[in-house]
């Protein structure tokens, strides 16, 4: 009883060091988690004002009415007295399809090249995964001229087909490594069991090893899509047509010589985000599983 006695006050005050604890922590990460949402809530307030509450002093955080023009303005029905129309319909169609293409593009490639890696004794795989790293340092800036060049000279610029080239060169990298990673996690015991119940190494990478490293799968594929989804650069660079131009570039028709409409880049700004983050929150668990597993070897 004496020894309980002592142990009282103490035990008493690790869990309260850990209440303690526990509380800073979760301060921290509210305080971290409002900081992070702000912003897009400012976007989504902005594109939802009044133009004349947009610079108003001191500024309003919630409007003061819902001001939904700029968006029957994007989606064909502009307001009476409204600019020249932007058919926001159009800009998302090219972004999806920027986006779809580069993730079928990228795992075309990506999936064979990882699992190459990750099955044969290759003479330079060292190497070649080293040169993968650093491709990861390039920013995209730097290859826009060498890219444009060698499109023109094949007839590529002003199509879909040179951005979704572009943005598969950035992307494939990250997902090659992340996928292989997660191809030598599988053992090679199943793998030789397929092929001995007659199965081909194609089909046993296809019905046995895929599979198996879904997570890895959804987090290189969600990655591509939204590198091809976003793509600002390189569909300024290649796309002359406007009719081909995706939401990223839509924002220059409310950016004007004298005045930037900026209830319509907020509005387009918001068009963008808003899928990002709801395929983020409903793949989130395969997106940090895939990431996780893929950074461990």
């Known amino acids: 009883m004496a020894f309980q006695h002592a142990m009282t006050p103490i035990l008493g005050a690790q869990h309260l060091r850990k209440r303690l604890t526990k509380g800073v922590l979760f301060t921290v990460a509210l305080v971290a988690t409002v900081i992070y ?7 989504l307030s902005t594109s939802l004002k009044a133009p004349a509450d947009i610079m108003r ?18 989606f064909g029905n502009p307001p009476e007295g409204a600019q020249v129309p932007v058919d926001g319909v159009r800009y998302m169609k090219n972004s999806l399809i920027l986006g779809a293409g580069t993730m079928a593009l990228t795992m075309l490639f990506a999936i064979p090249a990882a699992y190459g890696l990750a099955r044969f004794r290759l003479r330079g795989s060292g190497l070649f995964v080293m040169m993968l790293l650093v491709t990861q340092m390039l920013p ?45 996690q599988v053992p090679r015991d199943l793998e030789e069991a397929a ?53 990223a570039l839509g924002i220059y028709n ?37 990431l996780t597993a893929g950074s461990v070897k």
Do not use: K
């Open 57 to 74: 002093d001191p500024p309003l955080i919630v409007p003061r009415s819902l001001n939904t023009g700029i968006y029957e303005e994007l």
């Open 254 to 290: 409310f950016i004007g010589y004298y005045r930037i409409r900026w209830e319509g880049v907020m509005a387009f700004s918001t068009i963008i985000a808003l899928p990002v983050i709801v395929i983020i929150l409903a793949l989130q668990r395969y997106f940090v599983t895939g």
């Open 140 to 184: 995209e800036v730097l290859l826009v001229i060498p890219l444009f060049v060698f499109f023109r000279s094949l007839h590529f610029t002003d199509s879909y087909i040179s951005v979704i080239i572009a943005d598969a060169a950035l992307t494939l990298p990250f997902c090659i490594l992340i996928l292989r990673t997660g191809f030598l």
């Open 37 to 43: 949402i702000f912003p897009l809530f400012w976007m």
């Open 195 to 247: 092929l001995i119940d007659g199965t081909t190494r194609l089909g046993a990478l296809r019905r046995v090893i895929v599979p198996l490293v879904r997570p890895n799968l959804v987090a290189v594929m969600l990655f591509a899509f939204l590198v091809g989804w976003g793509d600002f650069v390189f569909s300024l660079s290649f796309l002359q047509n406007q009719e081909l131009h995706p939401l």
